[in-house]
T-cell receptor, first 117, second 116 residues
Framework: AQSVTQPDIHITVSEGASLELRCNYSYGATPYLFWYVQSPGQGLQLLLKYFSGDTLVQGIKGFEAEFKRSQSSFNLRKPSVHWSDAAEYFCAVGARAGGTSYGKLTFGQGTILTVHP | DSGVTQTPKHLITATGQRVTLRCSPRSGDLSVYWYQQSLDQGLQFLIQYYNGEERAKGNILERFSAQQFPDLHSELNLSSLELGDSALYFC???????????????FGPGTRLLVL
């Protein structure tokens, strides 16, 4: 069974500083990886996804993530954080089923990002 | 706005009661997924429907059931409610990619359920 670990429960950065949120996954086959963001009282918004190909993927709001198979990681990065980036971030892995197309997502526990002015 | 709508936004009810949560997927999406988000369990996959048929099942209690109607909207029914069922319930939808694999899911704003 697949699993996702986000080692950092809470991260605090200053506005304008760089950001890296860690994500490690466990899955026996080629993973399908996602990062979602949840603002307080809001739903989950897709930031970016990795299905195959280039291991560095670009997303919305200036975020990017790098898939490293050797480290089973899919860390999220942003070069300069804005106060509006304060939210909770979730990494997820999708399970691929042989012969069908479906996508149960397994989520990590989330990382809460606080941005100081 | 993802295009996925959920009603109601908030629901307060008592233990032992039954509630129905509703989800309308994005236009063209055939799959609907239900997730539960709670403080102790995090985000947990409950169930998936594809074009009216159950496709995958996760950690869904026997007290819970879902269905997807011909117009593709879905309902999640929660019965014999307990205090521990208080959570945020998300619906997501996706469009078939045409290849065997995982589809990108777009989430609705959720229904916050409080059981007193």
């Amino acid at each position: 069974a697949q699993s996702v670990t986000q080692p950092d429960i809470h991260i605090t950065v200053s506005e304008g500083a760089s950001l890296e949120l860690r994500c490690n996954y466990s899955y026996g086959a080629t993973p399908y990886l996602f990062w979602y963001v949840q603002s307080p009282g809001q739903g989950l918004q897709l930031l970016l996804k990795y299905f195959s190909g280039d291991t560095l993927v670009q997303g919305i709001k200036g975020f990017e993530a790098e898939f490293k198979r050797s480290q089973s990681s899919f860390n999220l990065r942003k070069p300069s954080v804005h106060w509006s980036d304060a939210a909770e971030y979730f990494c997820a892995v999708g399970a691929r089923a042989g012969g069908t197309s479906y996508g149960k997502l397994t989520f990590g526990q989330g990382t809460i990002l606080t941005v100081h002015p | 706005d993802s295009g996925v709508t959920q009603t109601p936004k908030h629901l307060i009810t008592a233990t032992g009661q039954r509630v129905t949560l509703r989800c309308s997927p994005r236009s063209g999406d055939l799959s609907v997924y239900w997730y539960q988000q709670s403080l102790d369990q995090g985000l947990q996959f409950l169930i998936q429907y594809y074009n009216g048929e159950e496709r995958a099942k996760g950690n869904i209690l026997e007290r819970f059931s879902a269905q997807q109607f011909p117009d593709l909207h879905s309902e999640l029914n929660l019965s014999s409610l307990e205090l521990g069922d208080s959570a945020l319930y998300f619906c997501a939808s996706s469009v078939p990619t045409g290849v065997r694999g995982v589809e990108t899911q777009y989430f609705g704003p959720g229904t916050r359920l409080l059981v007193l």
